[in-house]
């Protein structure tokens, strides 16, 4: 499995490089892409059998990484473990059949322990070295952290083996049917989309049965599509060392059997019972979707049934929040598109709406039953050269995404798993979009292209939202004026590309503002309306070189200011990457973080050598292998793709990984 922190120049066109920065994860089931397969040798007449595997192996071990604060269990616990683990991909295909199979191994060499967290965090309290004598203060101190660090690693590196991906999958022109692991989206993602998410570390399938029909007439096209199953995350998280697991108590029927060989919750010496962190749930699907050239219609529905841990207290609920304590979340949606505006463009508007119902804790009032939401979505391209335009907008009122079933107080490296995902008109790597952000909304943005000549293009967007649900509350969604953050978010920018293709680069410019309609409270206790204010320079410069070498320079600088839960005075943060591609096998990087913010280390520096074995190197490899070695440090923090976020541990260590096709 590949999970960490990587910078690596991935070849896109000719000799041009992109640089990929963030978490990468090895191929998964359903519709990930596997390697080419070896094809048995077959006389005419039988069918053959075609065969593929990858093997992605890692081994991982993380020192210090400088985030220590006194009596923080958490920020100790994630230092001095080291993992290695194993993912292998297997594919077999039969005619209109094929089968999949990912086996997901993890075993932790190394890793705190108890009383190791409560002796580091007892030294500390005296400066750094442990006492010479102990008064009755320190004995109390140690035991009570000793007892917080045996809760926080109950369900941290443990070791576990097992399928976390497997599906059986018949496809036809007419009919395709899976049975198992598979990915699924309906339209943009507003009633529903399970699927992979690299750069956050997220492989979110549905395990149970999809079967789509499809009919075409005079081109038309039509397409039905029923689901049921059971929402799957990944199930460890070797970023943090934390395993999602879960007991017969929080397994539902379909659980029961779609759940098994996957990892369980185990007692410890302050739990008479296992503790679960992971309640399977149940989900219901279906779309009917029509297609020609000049228009797209679909009606889309799904229904999410919540499991809970059963007591003698009834069954309960991992979480309190809104969307994990709702027994049932109905949501269904329609959408409509004209893929063909004569030649010069396409539209596209989509609308759900959400109703969340039968709540299992007190995070509503005991006469409200139920909470429902819509949320309205449409985007207009229009192109006539040399312009391009570009306008998505949103209005979105109390519409959630589709949580995973976790509990966030023990797992909350999974809390930003989900299976739906409302579109945020914005570029996918924008992480300024806070708290509830997108769940009560409304706004969007205008994106012009325009190719001043050949080799030159320049590009501008203007971005307006009001969103009631960044700086209060987003379960109520008070649309009221005192609750609103107003936000203007506009970037210029540049592209060049040389003649031969092989030389190109980017530099862009941008403003985000970020103010709440009543005044809050800084951390010098000052009044103020700013929320948030950014000013960035996101740069990408790809130099073709000669003999198929390349250099690259990418960077992302920022100047910061925000008011809730920011340091005093505004702060410069950033990354920069150098990359060189040696031949068509080496690929070298440095990368260099800084950021000001008093909360953090001041930099962060690391470094990358990626091989790619040439073909015949090792005879029993017949597809694309590499290896990977990376050394350093990686900030952690926010990190966003498509509205996607999550909050990602420093590392700081070392991390080697193979990967290879067979």
């Known amino acids: 499995m590949r999970l ?120 500390l309290e005296h400066g750094g070295r442990l006492p010479q004598r102990y008064d009755e203060r320190d004995a109390a101190f140690f035991v009570s952290k000793t007892q917080q660090a045996v809760d926080e690693l109950s369900d941290r590196f443990v070791s576990w083996n097992y399928p976390a991906k497997y599906s059986l999958t018949y496809r036809s022109p007419e009919l395709e049917v899976a049975l198992g692991d598979f990915y699924a989206q309906f339209g943009r993602g507003l009633v529903l989309s399970a699927r992979k998410q690299n750069e956050v570390a997220a492989d979110q399938t549905i395990r149970g049965i999809r079967a789509t029909g499809r009919l075409r007439h005079d081109g038309l096209r039509v397409n039905a599509t029923g689901l049921y199953g059971m929402p799957n995350p990944l199930r460890i998280d070797t970023t943090s060392g934390r395993v999602l697991t879960s007991t017969a108590q929080s397994r539902g029927a379909l659980a029961t059997i779609a759940d098994a060989g996957m990892p369980t919750a185990v007692s410890s010496v302050w739990d008479d019972e296992p503790r679960p962190n992971f309640a399977p749930d149940t989900l219901y699907g279906a779309e009917l979707e029509g297609r020609s050239r000049s228009f797209a219609l679909s009606l889309a529905g799904t229904r999410l049934e919540r499991g809970c841990v059963s007591t003698a207290a009834g069954c309960l609920p991992l979480s309190s929040d809104l969307v994990r304590s709702a027994s049932t979340i109905d949501t269904f949606g329609a959408s409509a598109g004209l893929p063909d505006l004569w030649g010069y463009g396409a539209f596209y508007v989509e609308y759900a709406h959400q109703v969340l119902s039968d709540f299992r804790s007190s995070v509503v009032n005991d006469q409200q039953r139920t909470v429902s939401g819509d949320a309205w979505y449409g985007s207009l391209n229009l192109y006539e ?201 080496v690929n070298l990087a440095l990368g260099l973080e800084y950021d000001q913010n008093p909360a953090f280390p001041d930099t962060y520096v690391n470094g990358q050598v990626r091989y790619e074995l040439p073909p015949g190197l090792v005879s029993w490899l017949t597809g694309p292998s590499s290896v990977t070695a990376f050394a350093g440090q990686r900030q952690g923090g926010l990190r966003c793709v498509a509205g996607i976020c999550r909050v990602f541990p420093p590392f700081e260590g070392v991390r080697a990984e193979f990967t290879g096709s067979f």
């Open 4 to 123: 960490g922190t990587h910078c690596r120049i991935v070849p896109r066109r000719g000799f041009s490089w992109g640089l990929a920065l963030g978490v990468s994860l090895g191929a998964g089931a359903g519709i990930a892409q596997t390697p080419p397969r070896a094809q048995t040798r077959t006389d005419e007449g039988p069918t053959p059998i075609h065969v593929s595997a990858t093997d992605t192996a890692t081994v991982i071990y993380n020192t210090d990484n400088r985030n220590t604060q006194r009596a923080d269990v958490a920020s100790v616990t994630d230092d001095g473990w080291g993992a290695a683990s194993n993912r292998a991909d297997l594919r077999a295909g039969w005619g209109q059949w094929e089968l999949g199979l990912t086996l997901d191994s993890v075993w932790f060499y190394v890793s705190p322990t108890p009383s190791d967290v409560g002796l580091r965090l007892l030294a």
């Open 385 to 585: 050269e040399p312009v391009a335009l570009t306008v998505e907008a949103k209005h979105y009122r109390r519409f959630y995404p589709l949580r995973a079933n976790v509990d966030v107080g023990h797992a909350r490296e999974f809390s930003s798993a989900q299976f739906s995902n409302a579109p945020t008109t914005m570029p996918v790597w924008n992480d300024t979009e806070f708290e509830g952000f997108n769940t009560c909304v409304t706004g969007g943005r205008a994106k012009v292209d325009v190719r001043v000549e050949r080799g030159v293009d320049v590009f501008a967007w203007l971005g307006r939202f009001h969103t009631w649900a960044e700086s209060v509350a987003a379960a109520t969604c008070d649309v009221s004026d005192e609750n609103v953050n107003r936000v203007w978010d506009l970037a210029q920018g540049t592209q060049l590309t040389s003649d031969d293709r092989q030389t190109h680069g980017e530099l862009s410019f941008g403003l985000r503002f970020d103010s709440t309609e009543r005044q809050v409270t800084d951390a010098e206790g000052q009044a103020t309306n700013v929320f948030y204010r950014e000013v960035y320079l996101r740069h990408d410069w790809v130099f073709g070189l000669s003999g198929g070498n390349a250099l690259q320079f990418q960077g992302w600088h920022r100047r910061r200011r925000q008011t809730l839960g920011g340091p005093e005075h505004p702060w410069w943060s950033g990354i920069t990457t150098t990359g060189f591609q040696w031949g068509p096998r």
